[in-house]
């Protein structure tokens, strides 16, 4: 079978893999004629055999202690989770998924998957995005690509048939999935995607409307059953939070419910029995904070952005989450816009995975993609320290946060001591001005020549679309250049020697410009203009030229690209 690259998106409450053909993107119905997966696990409490998807979804009730749900919110947590028989690392959890997947979509297409790009909230960081890349490596998978959920959902609507047809370039993507939120603002320009801003919050999803409903459900269970000390069991938490979200889903549709459920447990003898009519007026105003503190993100990015809400042309909704009315209302408030699904908002994220794969693989999609940082970038120094502990805890930031990849950084630092023998370089990433408060990245040594005071350091980042981070050392005056890589998939430090220079970062309209340089019916003078560009362009990106010198360079670039692909209309 001839292998292909699928998206996939690895979903808190549901998952998507799609796949590539003749240019559009396609979900793969790989469960019942549907594209969508549960995200569950369960197991046989007997055998230990393993479920997953609809099968593992349908046995939590019954099964609570053998299943497991919602497993992507302890993604990059050192944490084990008990299950059935065993106890398994959330990255061990989310393999079952992916490889389930793979091997359903696998029989469906009849092709072999063994390459996939995954998705996961702009917001994650570094340990959250490695664990994800592991949990794919554990299925069996070779992950080519991370790729943020908001930036995926954008690229789909180049290939779908749309009714956001506006003049402004700016398009807000508003993600409220299963358990993660995220928001993006991205800057189309002809087939460049250009992302200005980005945040969320990975503890803030469609599970917290269901806790909330369910802790008032639990409160109407006790005032019905006369028991104010009532205190949940598992499977009576499970049952509750299954109707929560059933409930959910109706009120999106209807103005009211009735929930009637009987024997949903045993106390003193006597079934406890649920009877209560609930409005959508009642559960908004239950989870009114939980809209407002996406408004309040959506609102950051907005002025991170430096645009104005006026400004946005189109709203793309993703997630399951915003098919409720209380969304749809804050943000037709917010941006006076009728706000309407285009495309599925549990498919968009997969579909856009796919054509990334199709980017990277070399596909005729016409897209290309610039994605921005979605953490802070930087080292540990002496400015500040904890006044606590007494250690340095200072955190100099180099790539800032929402800063365009690939992009290579570098800041000048100095000595603090006569003969200062060597630096301990510990990179972290985070907002916050103490390292303390931000993640760890990664360490290393580095050796110092014998120097007075004050001396000059100079260390640069390079960070690429695949997750690495390469740094350079170089002491000024002196010939001893270290030059290391982070490389976030298995957070491990390679030096490379101190005679290599930085590789140059993975950038597409490069990527598209040599690949149309390619091209034997184009003239030579013509492929000769655009690999001139290209090393201009490349040059200014290692050099970290400003905004505007590198927009400059990106129109003249997407001009001859233009005049290139015109001349090859005309030979055709």
């Not at 802070?376 to 606590?388: F, N, Q, R, W, Y």
Request: proline share 4%; charged share 30%.
């Amino acid at each position: 079978m001839k292998s292909i690259v699928c998206g996939i998106d690895l979903g808190t409450t549901n998952s998507v893999i799609a796949f590539l053909k003749d240019g559009f993107p396609h979900a793969i119905p790989v469960e019942e004629g549907t594209a969508i997966v549960p995200s569950v696990v369960s197991f046989d409490p007997g055998n230990g055999s393993r479920w997953v998807g609809r099968r593992a979804r349908n046995r939590r009730a019954a099964f609570p202690q053998h299943t497991v749900t919602s497993i992507k919110r302890l993604m990059g947590k050192d944490t084990m989770t008990a299950v059935g028989r065993g106890s398994f690392r959330p990255e061990e959890l989310s393999s079952f998924i992916l490889k389930y997947l793979a091997e359903r979509a696998s029989e469906q297409l009849g092709a072999r998957i063994d390459q996939v790009v995954i998705t996961v909230p702009a917001y994650f960081d570094d340990a959250q995005r490695r664990a994800t890349i592991q949990a794919g490596e554990l299925a069996g998978l070779d992950v080519v690509r991370i790729v943020n959920e908001p930036t995926a959902a954008a690229l789909v609507y180049d290939h779908v048939p749309s009714d956001l047809d506006t003049d402004s370039p700016y398009v807000l993507v508003y993600d409220l999935g299963g358990g993660t939120f995220d928001v993006a603002v991205i800057e189309i320009k002809g087939e460049i995607k250009e992302v200005l801003a980005s945040s969320g919050d990975t503890a803030l999803g469609g599970d917290d409307f269901d806790e909330r409903l369910q802790g008032y459900l639990l409160e109407e269970l006790k005032r019905q059953a006369d028991l104010p000390d009532l205190k949940p069991d598992l499977s009576l938490s499970v049952r509750l939070l299954d109707i929560a979200e059933r409930a959910k889903i109706s009120l999106s549709d209807r103005p009211y419910v009735e929930i009637h459920e009987v024997a949903l447990g045993m106390v003193d003898g006597r079934p406890l029995n649920l009877d209560v009519e609930l409005s959508r007026t009642e559960f908004e105003s239950l989870t009114e904070d939980l809209v407002d503190r996406t408004m309040d993100i959506v609102a950051e990015v907005l002025k991170e952005a430096h645009l104005e809400a006026s400004e946005i042309g189109k709203l793309i909704l993703v997630g399951g989450a915003t098919r409720m009315p209380a969304v749809h209302g804050a943000l037709s408030e917010l941006f006076e816009q009728t706000v309407a699904h285009s495309v599925d908002p549990d498919l968009c994220v997969a579909l856009g995975a796919a054509i990334q794969g199709g980017l990277i693989t070399g596909d005729s999609v016409g897209q290309i993609l610039l994605d921005v940082t979605a953490h802070s970038l930087g080292i540990k120094t002496l400015d500040t320290v904890d006044p606590e502990t007494g250690e340095p805890d200072c955190f100099s930031t180099i790539i800032r946060r929402n800063t365009r990849i690939p992009v290579s950084r570098a800041e000048v630092f100095w000595t603090v001591a006569d003969g200062q023998e060597k630096i301990n370089v510990e990179v972290f990433q985070g907002e916050s001005p103490s390292c303390s408060q931000n993640t760890p990245i990664g360490d290393f040594l580095y050796p110092l020549e014998s120097a007075p005071a004050s001396s000059a350091v100079t260390v640069e980042f390079a960070y690429d679309r695949e997750g690495l981070v390469r740094i350079c050392v170089d002491q000024k005056g002196y010939d001893n250049r270290k030059e290391v890589t982070l490389d976030i998939r298995q957070r491990r430090v390679e030096e490379t020697g101190q005679a290599e220079a930085v590789e140059t970062p993975v950038n597409y309209i490069a990527e598209k410009a040599r690949r149309l340089a390619l091209n034997e019916r184009l003239p030579e003078g013509v492929k000769r203009e655009i690999m001139r560009v290209v090393q201009v362009y490349e040059e200014a990106i290692r050099a970290g030229e400003d905004e505007a010198r590198m927009d400059e360079l990106e129109d003249e670039l997407l001009e001859i690209l233009d005049q290139a692909e015109e001349e090859l209309e005309a030979v055709e």
